[in-house]
């Protein structure tokens, strides 16, 4: 049979009603399944993705009777839902063409349904068992994501509370005020300076201490590697929250550890020093000391945990024959050592940056974001997470105002990440 006589243009073509491409090219069984799952769509969309879409456009006209965020969220699953019917249309019109081309080549292809079986079961295997991880996603990463991203361009707010009140689209009105109001201009950019040096300062001094353990500890004339070991690993054996609520009671402005005990042990050392009671937990710029140090102390266990991984699999040759060179400890460290470190530990030093980034446990538990207030509801040393849980939870909740702050929150992470990732070639596994 000629390429003419058989067009996979055509064919393809064909497929955009499903099945009727794989029934040009003969195959009946593929064909008839395909159409059936055609039909499915015809009555989803008909019965119910019609409806939620006109649902998404207004936000409903009848308080009470229409419940705006219902018909938000339904919106959000058609359109996934849309998004995969266009998947499963574009693979079978490439599945249609390329079978067309084939037998236009004069090649055999799957005709009946054993066949059509064995070969979705020999050639599509792997696809099979992704494929249900990937609608997994979907819904439970893409769906919440995309809802987010609705109520950021609404005014779902303490005024605005379903079905009581419906929502409206306001366009970018809740990112025009976080510059415009302010209140909220004034909130956002303290509480997005502070998480930009919380992440930095908290970050860098976690890493740096767990790898200055690790290279200390991994030392030849270290003894008793392995009770050091342990001890090391204690922060990171006790639950965070209960470590955290504890350093609360520990940095207690009157009665706590800090004030009473370590600090006045110091002294006795260092006589001309008068520290006296320090508002650990009153002082906006004492709490963010305290919460800096207790995440320096509560995250360099597992950086500690990688980092003598990764020295233990350095050859010692490489320090050998610097040695010989006349290399100094320091140069072996800035040569070999760490080198190393960063060749393999790069993308989790940098996960560290952007999980303390959204940090919310420690903020929360050590002073729930105070001492004062910075205003927009965002306390001193509220990060951008924990100001979010504050905006959607408060007494007057601006739901739409923290869905925006999400998104901002998000574009930042996603494109620090990106970058870093990028300069230190976190993925390239090419030539490792």
Not at 80 to 109: N, P, W
Not at 150 to 169: C, E, G, K, M, V
């Amino acid at each position: 049979m000629g390429t003419k006589k058989h067009n996979p243009q055509l064919a393809m073509w064909l497929s955009l009603v499903l099945g009727l491409g794989q029934l040009y090219n003969r195959q009946k069984a593929k064909g008839l399944i395909l159409l059936g799952v055609f039909v499915l769509e015809v009555i989803e969309i008909i019965t119910f993705g019609i409806p939620a879409i006109q649902g998404l456009i207004t936000l409903g006209s009848t308080p009470v009777v229409d419940h705006s965020l219902f018909l938000l969220i339904k919106g959000a699953m058609q359109i996934i839902a849309f998004v995969i019917m266009a998947i499963i249309h574009g693979a079978c019109m490439r599945d249609a063409y390329h079978t067309a081309k084939l037998i236009g080549e004069g090649f055999e292809v799957p005709i009946t349904a054993k066949e059509t079986f064995r070969s979705i079961y020999e050639n599509g295997f792997p696809y099979l068992l992704t494929i249900p991880a990937y609608l997994a996603m979907a819904f439970t990463i893409v769906f919440p994501v995309l809802v987010t991203l609705f109520i950021a361009f609404t005014n779902y707010d303490f005024r605005h509370i379903p079905p009581q009140r419906l929502i409206d689209w306001v366009g970018f009105k809740n990112f025009t005020n976080i510059v415009q109001l302010s209140t909220f201009r004034q909130a956002f950019s303290a509480v997005l300076s502070w998480t930009f040096i919380w992440t930095l300062l908290a970050s860098t001094l976690q890493i740096v201490i767990g790898v200055a353990t690790a290279i200390i500890a991994n030392q030849s004339f270290i003894k008793f590697k392995r009770v050091f070991g342990v001890i090391f690993l204690l922060p990171w054996a006790a639950p965070a929250f209960i470590s955290i609520m504890s350093f609360g009671n520990f940095f207690n402005d009157s009665i706590g550890a800090m004030n009473m005990q370590v600090l006045p042990f110091i002294e006795k050392f260092i006589p001309f020093v008068d520290f006296g009671l320090i508002p650990w937990k009153t002082d906006p710029f004492w709490t963010k000391v305290a919460v800096i140090m207790v995440q320096g102390w509560l995250g360099f266990p597992y950086i500690y945990i990688l980092v003598s991984g990764i020295l233990q699999s350095i050859p010692s040759d490489l320090y050998e024959a610097a040695t010989i060179d006349g290399a100094t400890a320091w140069q072996k460290f800035w040569r070999i050592t760490l080198p190393m470190i960063l060749a393999v530990a790069a993308p989790t030093f940098i996960s560290q940056y952007t999980f303390n980034f959204n940090n919310f446990s420690i903020i929360y538990l050590f002073n729930n974001g105070g001492p004062g207030s910075v205003g927009g509801g965002a306390g001193a040393t509220d990060i951008l997470i924990s100001w979010i849980y504050k905006l959607t939870t408060q007494t007057s909740p601006q739901f739409s105002m923290a869905s925006a702050v999400t998104l901002i929150i998000s574009l930042i992470v996603i494109s620090v990440s990106l970058i870093t990732f990028k300069k230190f070639n976190a993925f390239n596994m090419e030539d490792r």
